[in-house]
């Protein structure tokens, strides 16, 4: 059980460290033997220290005893990589070797790409900021990795490698895990359950399902009661006109993360070994992890002064067929992948628009909010020849399929505002993109 009581346990930032763990000990006859973390980034099984680009792992061993549950925290032990954590209602930026070629509030709509940094579940393009359990390894390569793994990695790429089904022996696991941060009500935990069960020598099953539940810790305390009829700026020497006009939402930045994963693996000859994967994982945020304390509002250290909440909600599948086929002479892998990704979420328009001088500000009672959707859908194919032979030259020789379909809406809502202005609209929709 962790339970931090730090003034700063609410704020979550990121520190850099020169760290990286490469291997997981063992002591066995009162001997301690290094066990090399074996990696894969280059196609090819090898070592972090002999491989020829600029890789880092972290292995499930080091993530488990260092508490790393996320992207955010694994970037923590990576040197030259570091994310700017701005909670899970927004888009994490992942920023390699200082250089960021993404706007930092390029997050404000919905989004559901990686930038210039790609993220893979396996052998399979898919981002999203994973949860890290049941994990074998996360690597990320850092610097331009398009010869390997085509667009979208001009800053790198994060590979998330999941533990596959084992063919030994049946395995369970539960974990659990509670904490509280200062500024916070209530309890935060984490449950989940991995299991593993061979039917044959050649047939495994393995599957994993994990809940988190944390509070939050922003309050957001000038929520309007009706937008377009309270008054968003009452007398706030009068605390019948406050609590007429306004309402208040305690830990509002919540987050609840259901996620998991169910694999089948086949290998039914020494020379072919196959994977079928489903993951899913569905996180719903209730509000921004922001701090207005500077604003005109009194706002304390953890208050946002967002007059409408922000909640947002994410929901990521993927389908995924890995077969890898020894040919002697060079290794094959097919990686086939169908993933779907939907989000929903509103934000607060209402100081924007004021700011912006077009007659909003007139209007006494104005509050306004954008509600927006987006979805896609992607299948990708890769086909790959990896040469084994013994020899002064090795050789890659592959092709890379993907399809993209994508579709994104944003409306903006002013309840009241047409009616002040003397015309008619039910639905107070003001923009629609």
Same mark, same amino acid.
């Given at each position: 059980?962790?339970?931090?009581?730090?003034?700063?346990?609410?704020?979550?930032?990121?520190?850099?460290?020169?760290?990286?763990? +490469?291997?997981?000990?063992?002591?066995?006859?009162?001997?301690?033997?290094?066990?090399?973390?074996?990696?894969?980034?280059?196609?090819?099984?090898?070592? +972090?220290?002999?491989?020829?680009?600029?890789?880092?792992?972290?292995?499930?061993?080091?993530?488990?005893?260092?508490?790393?549950?996320?992207?955010?925290?694994?970037?923590?032990?990576?040197?030259?990589? /570091?994310?700017?954590?701005?909670?899970?209602?927004?888009?994490?930026?992942?920023?390699?070797?200082?250089?960021?070629?993404?706007?930092?509030?390029?997050?404000?709509?919905?989004?559901?790409?990686?930038?210039?940094?790609?993220? *893979?579940?396996?052998?399979?393009?898919?981002?999203?900021?994973?949860? =890290?359990?049941?994990?074998?390894?996360?690597?990320?390569?850092?610097?331009?990795?398009?010869?390997? !793994?085509?667009?979208?990695?001009?800053?790198?790429?994060?590979?998330?490698?999941?533990?596959?089904?084992?063919? =030994?022996?049946?395995?369970?696991?539960?974990?659990?895990?509670? *904490?509280?941060?200062?500024?916070?009500?209530?309890?935060?935990?984490?449950?989940?359950?991995?299991?593993?069960?061979?039917?044959?020598?050649?047939?495994?099953?393995?599957?994993?399902?994990?809940?988190?539940?944390?509070?939050?810790?922003?309050?957001?305390?000038?929520?309007?009661?009706?937008?377009?009829?309270?008054?968003?700026?009452?007398?706030?020497?009068?605390?019948?006109?406050?609590?007429?006009?306004?309402? /208040?939402?305690?830990?509002?930045? !919540?987050?609840?993360? =259901?996620?998991?994963?169910?694999?089948?693996?086949?290998?039914?000859?020494?020379?072919?070994?196959?994977?079928?994967?489903?993951?899913?994982?569905?996180?719903?945020?209730?509000?921004?992890?922001?701090? /207005?304390?500077?604003?005109?509002?009194?706002?304390?250290?953890?208050?946002?002064?967002?007059?409408?909440?922000?909640?947002?909600?994410?929901?990521?599948?993927?389908?995924?067929?890995? +077969?890898?086929?020894?040919?002697?002479?060079?290794?094959?892998?097919?990686?086939?992948?169908?993933?779907? !990704?939907?989000?929903?979420?509103?934000?607060?328009?209402?100081?924007?628009?004021?700011?912006?001088?077009?007659?909003?500000?007139?209007?006494?009672?104005?509050?306004? !909010? =954008?509600?927006?959707?987006?979805?896609?859908? +992607?299948?990708?194919?890769?086909?790959?020849?990896?040469?084994? /032979?013994?020899?002064?030259?090795?050789?890659?020789?592959?092709?890379?399929?993907?399809?993209?379909?994508?579709?994104?809406?944003?409306?903006?809502?002013?309840?009241? *505002?047409?009616?002040?202005?003397?015309?008619?609209?039910?639905?107070?929709?003001?923009?629609?993109?």
């Amino acid at each position: 059980m962790r339970l931090n009581l730090s003034p700063r346990a609410a704020l979550l930032t990121s520190i850099s460290v020169l760290a990286v763990t +490469v291997a997981t000990p063992t002591i066995a006859s009162a001997q301690v033997e290094v066990e090399e973390l074996i990696i894969t980034a280059t196609r090819r099984n090898s070592t +972090v220290q002999d491989a020829p680009i600029n890789i880092a792992a972290v292995g499930a061993v080091e993530m488990q005893k260092q508490g790393l549950t996320d992207l955010s925290d694994v970037a923590k032990w990576v040197p030259g990589i /570091h994310i700017v954590d701005q909670g899970s209602r927004s888009d994490n930026r992942i920023i390699v070797r200082g250089l960021n070629a993404d706007p930092l509030g390029s997050d404000e709509g919905v989004t559901a790409g990686g930038g210039t940094v790609a993220t *893979y579940v396996g052998e399979i393009p898919l981002y999203v900021d994973l949860r =890290t359990n049941d994990l074998e390894r996360v690597e990320i390569l850092l610097g331009p990795q398009g010869t390997l !793994y085509g667009a979208g990695t001009l800053g790198g790429a994060i590979r998330y490698i999941p533990n596959r089904p084992d063919f =030994t022996a049946p395995m369970m696991e539960v974990r659990a895990d509670a *904490y509280q941060y200062s500024e916070a009500a209530s309890l935060s935990g984490d449950f989940g359950v991995t299991f593993n069960a061979p039917l044959s020598d050649t047939f495994a099953l393995r599957a994993s399902f994990d809940r988190l539940q944390d509070s939050g810790f922003v309050d957001y305390n000038f929520l309007v009661q009706r937008p377009g009829i309270s008054d968003p700026d009452p007398d706030f020497s009068d605390p019948s006109a406050v609590a007429q006009n306004l309402k /208040h939402e305690k830990d509002a930045n !919540y987050e609840d993360v =259901t996620s998991g994963r169910l694999a089948a693996r086949w290998a039914p000859t020494d020379w072919l070994d196959g994977t079928l994967t489903y993951h899913f994982q569905d996180k719903d945020v209730g509000a921004r992890q922001v701090s /207005h304390r500077r604003s005109t509002l009194a706002t304390g250290d953890y208050e946002a002064a967002g007059r409408v909440l922000e909640p947002n909600e994410r929901w990521n599948e993927l389908l995924a067929l890995e +077969v890898t086929a020894d040919l002697g002479f060079a290794q094959l892998t097919s990686s086939t992948g169908k993933s779907r !990704y939907t989000e929903r979420g509103q934000r607060d328009q209402t100081d924007l628009l004021i700011s912006l001088e077009y007659s909003y500000e007139a209007f006494p009672t104005f509050t306004a !909010y =954008t509600q927006e959707e987006a979805g896609q859908q +992607v299948l990708s194919q890769e086909v790959r020849l990896v040469s084994d /032979h013994e020899g002064p030259f090795s050789w890659i020789l592959g092709g890379f399929y993907y399809e993209l379909d994508s579709n994104s809406s944003s409306k903006e809502f002013t309840p009241g *505002y047409a009616e002040w202005l003397g015309g008619n609209r039910p639905d107070a929709l003001e923009y629609y993109n």
